[in-house]
DNA sequence: GCTGAAACCACTTGCTC
DNA sequence: GAGCAAGTGGTTTCAGC
């Protein structure tokens, strides 16, 4: 893998074979070179492409939290003292095991995150023991979700 | 796969599976086989059973959507009218390529959409010309991710 | 719940066009 | 540059314990 390119070409067979493989990542590469008319091997050789380019990053299994008790998701902003800067503050995140994701954004507040945690008495531990005692963390606004509806990767 | 069963039993040796193909899912089951000390055969049953539960819903090739040209990310907060029932409102977001997750969440919005595009010229087209055009959204606010600095699942 | 053997598949290499 | 065929080793199934 090297530096990401801007400007890769991809055709018609490197999006079939993604759509396969974005839906099932260990779908038998035999099966998508047989509905696809080419050889296994030439489809190596593309994925082995697409990872040089850096359009293709890797492979992940999927779980599903419920199973494991994990209900209540929730965003959370995040507002922080101007002396804060945003990269400490995410190094504390990056602590914090239910702290999903953290975007850096535009409007109300610094930072934006997602947190999963088991119940509301889990998350109100976390909001208040964990990201409240931050430093440079003055205030917080919590959105709970109450279902995720839609979920998925862009298209292709 | 059946339904999601809330009393799943993971022992260790599950879970060193999953934590490994969590972050890679086309791993050789045999280097994970070898580096637990049991045999190809059982880490396979094992991850059958792990699907049977519903803890294990799937795999999925990532990809660097910079790399296509997405480069701007941004939440959207949807207020609807009072009449728009969200069921109708998510299935007209489901047709927006664009938006990747959408949320039904507490708070000042009835909705919290993630939504990806190539530039800001992109955003505000689905804005104005696809998502302001759903019957029932009367408002939205808009937050833009300057970067996505966390980004992964729970930690099992 | 695990193992070992057999069948099938993944991935590499060397070649052809 | 892109494809194929064959070879090595991994994946997956299944009988047996």
Request: glycine share 6%; charged share 25%; with cysteine.
């Amino acid at each position: 893998m090297k530096s990401p390119n801007q400007n890769v070409k991809i055709d018609g067979i490197d999006k079939k074979i993604l759509r396969f493989l974005m839906e099932d990542a260990r779908k038998p590469v035999l099966e998508i070179a047989r509905s696809i008319g080419i050889s296994g091997a030439a489809i190596h050789q593309r994925l082995r492409k697409l990872e040089a380019s850096g359009l293709l990053v890797g492979s992940k299994f999927v779980i599903n939290p419920k199973v494991m008790g994990y209900t209540t998701m929730a965003y959370i902003g995040i507002y922080l003292d101007k002396a804060m800067s945003n990269p400490r503050a995410v190094k504390q995140l990056e602590k914090i095991p239910e702290v999903l994701e953290c975007h850096y954004t535009t409007g109300n507040w610094s930072i934006l995150i997602k947190i999963l945690c088991m119940d509301n008495e889990h998350l109100m531990h976390v909001l208040n023991k964990e990201i409240q005692q931050i430093e440079g963390v003055s205030r917080t606004e919590t959105f709970i979700s109450l279902a995720q509806q839609i979920d998925r990767q862009i298209t292709i």
